[in-house]
């Protein structure tokens, strides 16, 4: 019993960092139909900064918050600035290949400036087990998941109560009757990208304590993002963070029933029969085809 | 008339002779070319330049002893960033370069790869650092390799547990309950299977085995499941992500098992000690290449090496592969050094020949060639993490301090 409520505890843990690392994602796919391969680069980049900052200044991981998100925020606008924008009315698989693109350029950038050793952010004390009983998680891994509860509901009324918010939905509805209705749509993109690429930075500021930082670990996370994404339904922020625990669990219980090295057959088969039986995944929408306006 | 022609015909023999003697005095001055096959750049670079740095140092003692056959050696350095790359590199460094042998190369993959293009053109090929089981074993005859495998690693941890972990906790090896979790590449495969090949001839008890992919972010199932089945020495073969991921885990769920023994890879790293810090590290075994904290008596030049390291790239050595790559470039320039030719026949004769016993080298263990063209005498060296560094234990000969283990 016990070894399941320590199971059940890890699972949770484990969803709450999925969920941070792939709301920027959803968000961003949601809004402007652009499936970013760059997307754990950015996370990558965010916890070189963060190492940075805190080995630099001496300041608790969390301070870095402060030039993390704004730092990231001005990095995914630039993206679909100078790099999406560009590419807008090109063929979708044009766009694909430049966030490729990216992501292999931003790997060997942070290849050729740290070297492929990792570079560890100092856990000050984000490592510490607190718990009931026998089942521990770290306080850390604790920030982690109630921020991303956060950051949902901050998202979700930000989205719904505000006016760029509303713009933001309006843009993803229906790109040609939003430009119609007055709305700067390639504003409300760069505007949605760096809102994603801001996410990132809230992730990589929490998760560079607990993960020191190498050129490839975003690669780590970014399989299980896209399959969070699209299990919640494409572009749906809740169904993402359903979506998040549900996946840590089955990859708790699973590492654990079944062994590590099945782990990923249980979390891609559960995610296989989601997409045979609701191919718009969980949350998904099927009214969303605003892609196919022009 | 058919005197003078004759005339003629001597003073012409006379020239070509002499111009023939110019140039055999030419060539004696000429240097050799050797090739230098490392990545130097892309995600391999940081090792395998370290690697390289070794052969370097080995050349420059060479040549400052008179060279190899009287002549001065010339490093030619060619690039296998990938598979197809050490390819176009090995094809370059022989056609073009005119190379007489080529050395590497870190990377088991490239070794593989270029080595073919070698033996092609009858290019002897010495791989000083791939550990990789497949690298040998191929039917190359111009292939040789002087340091240990995966399966030498394998046989030092086992090795390792039933001559000194055993007695040091008092048991009998058998009493022991083993757990080997591993990365599921080649790498870490090849070494967990060739663990359970020892293990199972020494009468170890394995009770558990675990594979993972590299990439994983969280290790609390496997930390669970190691816990359950009451593993008392724990045997992880990983990179630096797996390994911080594991100590650090372990830790955090309070699992304490008696001993835990990294096969190289993240174990061996000074930033795997800083991650995971001082206090979670000490006490942690690992096997790989002889570091720079081994008995010099039994690693002759070692001492030598490190200053030589020092004053050439005014840093300290990052690794232990340079040092393991000089050894074996020491090995094979002398003996190529006693080569009647640089032809590959003369140079795999000259190193079939060689024979240096254990405790000879600076790497300490010995050099001669066995089936496959595999060094027989190569071997892994067992080490501990003891006050934030890192010192060889095992074997007794080559060891610096005792191995420790609290209980």
Known sequence: METVLQITANGLMLGGLYAMISVGLTLIFGITRVINFAHGEFLMVGMYIVYLITTQLGVHPYASLLLVVPALFVMGALTQKLVIERLRNSDEHVQIFATVGLSIALINLALLI???????????????????????????????????????????LLLTRTRPGRAIRATAQNRAAARLMGINVSRVYVLTFGLGAACVGVAATLVAPLYPASPTIGTYFVLIAFVVVVMGGLGSITGAFIAA?????????????LGSDLKEVAVFGIFLLVLIFRPSGLFGARRNLSHVSP | MSKSRSMFRYAAIGLTSALALGAGAGAAHAEVKFGALYPFSGQLALLGEESARGLELAVDQINSEGGVQGEQVTLVKGDAVDNNQ?????????????????????????????????????????????????????????????????????????????ESVAPELDKDPEELRIGIIHEDSSYGSSVAEFENKYAEEAGLNVVAEQAYPASTVDMSSIVLRLKEKNVDVVLQTSYQNDSVLFLRQADEENYDPKA????????????????????????????????????????????????????????????????????????????????????????????????????????????????????????????????????????????????????
């Open chain 2, 260 to 407: 835990i023994i990294g096969g190289g890879g993240g174990y061996s790293m000074e930033p795997t000690a800083e991650a995971v810090g001082a206090d979670v590290i000490e006490g942690v075994l690992d096997a790989d290449f002889t570091q720079y904290n081994v008995n010099p008596e039994f690693a002759p030049g070692v001492k030598e090496f490190v200053e030589d390291y020092k004053a050439k790239y005014d840093s300290a050595p990052r690794s232990g592969h340079s040092l393991n790559n000089y050894a074996g470039a020491m090995a094979l320039l002398h003996a190529i050094d006693d080569a009647d030719g640089f032809g590959p026949d003369e140079i795999r004769e000259a190193v079939d020949a060689i024979d240096i016993p254990m405790g000879e080298t600076a790497a300490g263990y010995g050099v001669k060639f066995g089936e496959n063209n595999q060094n027989t005498r190569a071997k892994m060296m067992g080490m501990q993490w003891q006050d934030g560094e890192l010192v060889t234990v095992f074997p007794e000969e080559a060891a610096v301090s005792e191995l420790k283990l609290q209980d």
């Open chain 2, 86 to 162: 050490a390819i176009g590199e090995a094809r370059r460094l022989i056609a073009r370069e005119g190379v007489k042998a080529i050395f590497g190369t870190y990377s088991s993959s490239r070794s593989i790869a270029a080595s073919q293009v070698a033996e092609l053109s009858r290019i002897p090929y010495f791989e000083l650092g791939a550990v990789a089981e497949k690298v040998t074993g191929r039917d190359l005859a111009y292939l040789y390799r002087t340091n240990p495998t995966a399966k030498d690693m394998a046989r030092t941890i086992v090795d390792m547990i039933v």
């Open chain 1, 114 to 156: 740290f070297g492929a050793d990792i570079a560890n952010t100092p856990s000050s004390g984000l490592r510490h087990s607190v718990g009931v009983g026998t089942v521990g998680v770290l306080t850390g891994q604790l920030v982690i998941f109630f921020s991303s509860i956060v950051l949902v509901v901050g998202l979700h």
């Open chain 1, 245 to 257: 625990l549900v996946i840590g669990l089955v990859d708790a219980f699973a590492g654990y029933y």
